[in-house]
């Protein structure tokens, strides 16, 4: 069964610093893999995904992602965060030929400080 | 505009009775999912649909019932089997080609509470 893991329950840091959110994967083919994210009270909004090709895999708002397969990670990056970006964070893997239903990982809140 | 929406945004129920979460969706989508989120656990998948008239249990479905009679809508059932329902839901659409995945859409969610 696919499974997804993001170590990092709640992370801080400046506006204007960079971020790095953690995400590990467990499946055993090539995996589809997203980032969501989640204001309070509200839905999902795709950041980016992963489906094949070049491993580094630009975004929206200036995210980026990069698909390490011997590290089966997809860590998701933004070189300068801006106050705006503070919210909740949650990694997805989608398996083929299961109705692209997702397996989420349980997500990391960010919070900006000025 | 194209999406999903979800109603209510809030709903309160009583113990022991049974509540229906609505989802419709305009985006010509073929496959649908209901999703619950709890704090600190993410989401976990209720029950998904592919087609018309056909759906399959999630990870959680004990408790929950859906229905799929049009493409565009996707209701769910809380029932009063549901031990624990209070919680954040989510409702998701796709296109479902052919076996690949592609992304999902969400919708503004439904806060349920039990009172």
């Known amino acids: 069964a696919q499974s997804v893991t993001q170590p990092d329950i709640h992370i801080t840091v400046s506006e204007g610093a960079s971020l790095e959110l953690r995400c590990n994967y467990s499946?055993?083919?090539?995996?589809?893999l997203f980032w969501y994210v989640q204001s309070p009270g509200q839905g999902l909004q795709l950041l980016l995904k992963y489906f094949s090709g070049d491993t580094l895999v630009q975004g929206i708002k200036g995210f980026e992602a990069e698909f390490k397969r011997s590290q089966s990670s997809f860590n998701l990056r933004k070189p300068s965060v801006h106050w705006s970006d503070a919210a909740e964070y949650f990694c997805a893997v989608g398996a083929t030929g299961t109705a692209s239903k997702l397996t989420f990982g349980t997500g990391t809140r960010l919070q900006v400080t000025l | 505009d194209g999406g999903i929406t979800q109603s209510p945004k809030y709903l309160f129920r009583k113990e022991g009775q049974n509540v229906t979460l609505s989802c419709e969706q305009n985006?010509?989508?073929?496959?649908m999912y209901w999703y619950r989120q709890d704090p600190g656990q993410g989401l976990r998948l209720i029950y998904y649909s592919q087609i018309v008239n056909d759906f399959q249990k999630g990870d959680i479905a004990e408790g929950y019932s859906v229905s799929r009679e049009k493409k565009e809508s996707f209701p769910l059932t809380v029932t009063s089997a549901q031990k624990n329902p209070t919680a954040f839901y989510l409702c998701a659409s796709s296109i479902w080609a052919g076996g690949a995945n592609t992304e999902a859409f969400f919708g503004q969610g439904t806060r349920l509470t039990v009172v």
């Open positions: 985006l010509n989508h073929d496959a």
């Open positions: 499946y055993g083919a090539t995996p589809y």
